[in-house]
C-alpha cells in the first residue's frame, strides 16, 4: 500500500524552482521585481558566465531587517500582501512569495540587505538546503544578493542550459524589459566584469531610444491614448521597420511585461491593413488599468495575465493603434478643413506644412473614377496663390519658391518604365510605385464609402457580358443583397453566362469580367455574410487591386501630380493593401555620394 506523505521543504521548493527559474534569465527578472518593488533608484546587475556562475544584483532600496533574512528565504513570505483583497488588487511586481525560496533551492545564494535605521548590514548565506545564521556584513543602504552556481545540486536541470552567449542574451533581454518599465530608474548590466549597458535615470521616450535604438524612434508613431480606466502610451513603429521575428515586440501592463493572446491578437488586427505577410509589427506599449480589473496571479512567472473586461480592452488597444497607423504625424490647423494636408515630423524631410496647389476635378475623374458619395478626404482644397500652377498646364516640372514648401511627395517628373513614377521634392528624389500607390487609394475610399453605406454605383453605358460556371451563376441569383451592397448589379443570361450592369464607381475603368469573377469567388469561398464583416476588407482589397491602375498605363504629367496629391491626403498611404512600400526618396545628398560629387 502506497503511504503519502508530505513532502521536505527543500524537495518543495526545487519543484517550484522548475517552474518559476528556468534559467539564469528567470532568477533575474525576479531578483529586479524585488529591487523595484523596493523602492530602488540605482539597480546594478553583476554576471558571470551569462548568470550561471553568477548573479548579483545590488540596489539602493529600502533593505530587509534583520530578522526577517531568513523569512525572505522562506517560501510564501512576503511583504506584498496579507489578505485576499490585496491579491486581487495587486500593484507591486511580486507578491507571490516564491521566488527567493526557489533560487536558493538551486544555487549558493548570499543575501546581504540594510534598512536605513541600522547601524549596518547583515547578511544570510544558504547552500542548497543549509541556511546560516544572520552574521554583520559590509554594505550601504538597500540589498544584495549573490546567486553562485545555479542548479549545482540538480546537474540534470544544468544540462538544458544553452552556451554563455545565449543565456547572456536572454539576462540581457530581462534587463531590458525592466529598463523600459521603469525609465525614471538607473541600471547598470555588467558581464564578465565589462559594462554591457548604464542607463541613467530619464523620460519614457528617452529610455525606449536608449533600448530600441535611434532609427526605431524615428521611424515609431507616439501612442497616447485615454478612455475610461485606460491609458496607453508608447510608440509602435511604422510597417516599414517591421521584423522578421517577435523578438521587439514590449507590451506591459501596469508596468508588468506581458505575454498576452488578446493584447497580441488586437496588435496584430491594427497593423492589418499595411503589414506585408510574415512580417511583425515593432513596438513599446505601455497600458494603465485598474489592478481590479486586471488578474496577474495566472502563472508562476506572472506575464500572463487575464482581463475583466476582454472585449473592451481589444477594443480600446485596437482603435488607439490603427487610428495612429491611419494617419500617421496629420497635422490639421485651425483654420483648415481636417484632414486636408499630412505632415510628417518624425521625418526630417518632411517637417515643413505642405503646400496645397490646386488640383482640377478632371484628372481626379480621370485617374480615379467618380468621387460622389465619398468622404471629404477625396478632395484636396484649392489656394489662392499666384504660385500656385494648374497641374493641366505643367508642361515641365513644378518650380515652387523656396520660402513656400513643397508637398512632401513633390511634383512629377515623367515615368519609369510605365510603373513607376519619379518625383522631385526639396529634399532629393521619389520614386512611387504608381499601381500600389492607387490600389491604397482605392482601397481606402471602398472603406469609407462602405462604412457610410453609400458605395456609389456606376450603370455601365454598355452592359459586360461574360462567361461563367455553374457555381458563379449560382451565386449570382442567390446573393443580390449582398452585391448591391458591394456596388455591383448584375444578372444572369443563360445557364453559363452573366452580364454586369453596375460597378462601384471607383472602378469603372477595372477589367469588368476579371473583377466580377473575383468578388464572386470570395463570396463562393467565405459567404455573403462574411464578405461583408469578417472578410470584407480582404473584398474591398481584391476589389481595389482590380481597379488599381496598371502597368505600362502611360500618365500625363497632370496625372501623376494627381495621384501624388491623393496620396498625401489618404490614410495608411504609404504602403499598398498588401504591406509592401508605396515610395521612397532618395536625398540630393545621398545622390551626391552616388556619383562622388565634391570629392
Partial sequence: MTTIKPLPELLINQIAAGEV???????????????????????TVQLQQGGVKQIRVTDDGSGIAKDELSLALTRHSTSKISTLDDLQRINSLGFRGEALASIAAVSRLTLSSREAAQE???????DGATMSQPMPAALGEGTSLDVHDLYFNIPARRKFLKSEATEFAHCDEVFKRIALSQPDIELQLQHNGKVRRHLRATGLEQRITAIMGEEFAQAAIRIDEHSTGLALQGMVALPAYARSTRDAQYFFVNSRFVSDKLIAHALREAYRDVLHLDRYPVFVLFLQIDPEAVDVNVHPTKTEVRFREPRALHHFIFHAVDKALASPNRESKPDEPAQSVRSYPNFPQFNKTAQRAAQPDSFYRTLFGSQAGLSPVAAVPMVADARAVPFENAAHPVQV?????????????GQLHGVYILAQNTRGLVVVDMHAAHERIMYEQLKQALDIQHLAQQTLLIPVTFQANELEVAVVEENQEALQQLGFEMAVLSPNALVARAV?????????????????QEIREYGASQVLTAKRNETLATMACHGAVRANRQLTLGEMNALLRKMEVTERSEQCNHGRPTWFETSLMELDKLFMRGK
Avoid at 549596518?120 to 544558504?126: K, L, N, R, S, T
Avoid at 514648401?405 to 512629377?412: I, K, R, S
Avoid at 462601384?504 to 464572386?520: E, K, T, Y
Fill in 504 to 520: 462601384p464607381a471607383v472602378l469603372q475603368d477595372a477589367d469588368i469580367a476579371q473583377l466580377a469573377r473575383a468578388i464572386l
Fill in 401 to 413: 519658391d523656396s520660402e513656400q514648401d513643397t508637398h512632401p511627395l513633390g511634383f512629377a517628373l
Fill in 120 to 126: 549596518h548590514a547583515w547578511q544570510i548565506q544558504v
Fill in 21 to 43: 527559474i528556468e534559467r539564469p534569465a528567470s532568477a533575474l527578472k525576479e531578483i529586479l521585481e524585488n529591487s523595484i518593488d523596493a523602492g530602488a533608484r540605482k539597480v
